[in-house]
């Protein structure tokens, strides 16, 4: 996304400012982690960005050679963005980033929470020794999305859609909004009263459902000296 705003430093982190440090250019970015997605699927789960900023980030991002666009086959037909290889590179900056960030003194509350942000999260945040012994298979749905976890021993494998054939099968699925979850996986909620409220569903084990949920959490606050 090299633009007139560039850093004119030969630097190799100014050049990727450059090219993803644009408002919105690296939220777009997390959103295509978990694989291609429509516009009206950008949109969607970036609520504060309006459409004419959105496409010039994606056209950004395709000149840059971070992003590609492609139509897919007969009978879908749609347009989908999708990284291309240099561009999934990023996803451990997304994820030490996100990590980084969430141990802010000072991070916000929000109302909105991407599919996308919650499934990654799951990815920064797993304690893996808690987790050593287990085997848990999980299917989330959020908003109509489908997407699978799988703990095995301290290790964490999730994507988006059901669990692949090719895998044991899911012990439960978890039905709630992004929001709902995150409070499941870091409080202050817990699965039965999340169920009793009707804020969330879940077919099959619940145990196993609930163990999984209690394997994450989120990074100690940094310790920053007081402001001056």
């Known amino acids: 996304m090299a633009t007139n705003r560039s850093y004119n430093d030969l630097c190799g982190l100014a050049h990727a400012l450059d090219l993803i440090g644009e408002r919105w250019a690296l939220l777009v970015v997390r959103e295509l982690l978990l694989g291609p997605r429509r516009y009206s699927d950008l949109r969607a789960e970036l609520p504060g960005i309006s459409s004419n900023i959105l496409s010039q980030r994606l ?16 009978p879908a037909g749609s347009t989908v963005y999708e990284l291309t290889a240099w ?22 509350a929000g ?22 012994d287990d085997d848990l298979a999980l299917e989330l749905v959020m908003r109509r999305e489908r997407f699978h976890a799988h703990l095995a021993h301290g290790t964490l494998t999730t994507g988006r859609g059901p669990q ?5 099968a899911p012990d439960a699925t978890v039905a709630a909004t992004p929001m709902t979850l995150a409070t499941l996986l870091y409080g202050p ?8 409220a009707g804020n969330a569903t879940v077919a099959g084990d619940t ?16 310790d920053v000296p007081p402001g001056r």
């Open 111 to 132: 109302d909105h929470l991407s599919a996308v942000s919650l499934i990654l999260s799951l990815r920064t945040n797993l304690d893996p020794t808690a987790a050593r």
């Open 59 to 74: 056209d950004g991002l395709v000149t840059a050679g971070t992003v590609t666009r492609r139509t897919l086959p007969p």
């Open 87 to 108: 561009g999934r590179q990023l996803e451990p900056v997304v994820l030490q980033l996100g990590h980084w960030g969430a141990r802010s003194p000072g991070h916000p």
């Open 207 to 222: 145990t196993a459902a609930a163990r999984f949920l209690t394997r994450f959490a989120l990074p100690d606050t940094a």
């Open 164 to 168: 692949p054939h090719d895998t044991r």
């Open 189 to 196: 909620h817990d699965l039965d009263s999340a169920v009793t």
